[in-house]
């Protein structure tokens, strides 16, 4: 089945360590996202992807960093630089473009202890 | 920055209600989109509709969008418990590139 694979589900991470979350897909798309989700809150932007080795910064992206050297993979390192890194963070994909469809992972959801 | 913004925040209905929730932006669109989340888990699609289109339909579904509003609607019709979750709206801004700005959600619980 194709679809998008996130891990680790849940992730603690001690103040002032950087932390990588895992994303990738097995369908086909050339577009990647990362979004961060407060509690009751939307979705914000925090870096995307539309080619291989090329990304761009979304609305929230200091503190963040990505690489994209291959088209199923779109992993997410949270810095120590970023002040208030426990959320819910969610990856996307689609064909192209983005203004399509996303489809979604399951969520990784970090805790700053 | 936010783009859509969904009304109500929270909707409590019965079983067998219909749920009506609300999405409005400030900015000219390509398409707006919406979006379901179970609690805890990704968000799963449910509709597209694009500017030069006024309304849509799937299963139990009704979009409408209203662009000299700037804003959409969202109807669940005879609802389920199941249908539970919060709905997003996201919108494709034309003067944003190729990227959605999500809303903050409508909470919907359908109660048995």
């Known amino acids: 089945d194709g679809g998008i694979t996130q891990s680790p589900k849940y992730l603690f991470r001690k103040e002032g360590q950087n932390v990588t979350l895992s994303c990738e897909q097995n369908?086909?798309?050339?577009?990647m996202y990362w979004y961060r989700q407060d509690p009751g809150q939307g979705l914000r932007l925090i870096y995307y992807?539309?080619?291989?080795?090329?990304?761009q910064k979304g609305d929230i992206a200091e503190g963040y960093s990505v690489s994209r050297e291959k088209k199923e993979s779109f992993p997410l390192t949270v810095t120590s630089a970023q002040k208030n890194p426990t959320a819910f963070y969610l990856c996307?994909?689609?064909?192209?473009?983005?203004?399509?469809?996303?489809?979604f992972g399951e969520g990784s959801r970090l805790t700053v202890l | 920055s936010q783009q859509g913004e969904e009304d109500p925040q929270a909707l409590s209905i019965q079983e067998g209600e219909n749920a009506t929730m609300n999405c409005s932006y400030k900015?000219?669109?390509?398409?707006l989109q919406w979006y379901r989340q179970n609690s805890g888990r990704g968000l799963v699609h449910l509709i597209l509709i694009r500017s030069n289109e006024r309304e849509k339909h799937s299963g139990r579904l009704r979009v409408t969008l209203d662009t000299s509003k700037k804003s959409s609607s969202l109807l669940i019709t005879a609802s389920r418990a199941a249908d539970t979750a919060s709905y997003f709206c996201a919108t494709d801004e034309k003067a944003a590139g190729n990227k959605l700005t999500f809303g903050g959600g409508t909470r919907v619980l359908v109660k048995p």
């Open positions: 900015t000219s669109i390509n398409n």
């Open positions: 369908l086909n798309h050339d577009a």
């Open positions: 996307a994909s689609s064909i192209a473009g983005g203004s399509g469809e996303l489809f």
């Open positions: 992807s539309q080619i291989v080795n090329d990304f």
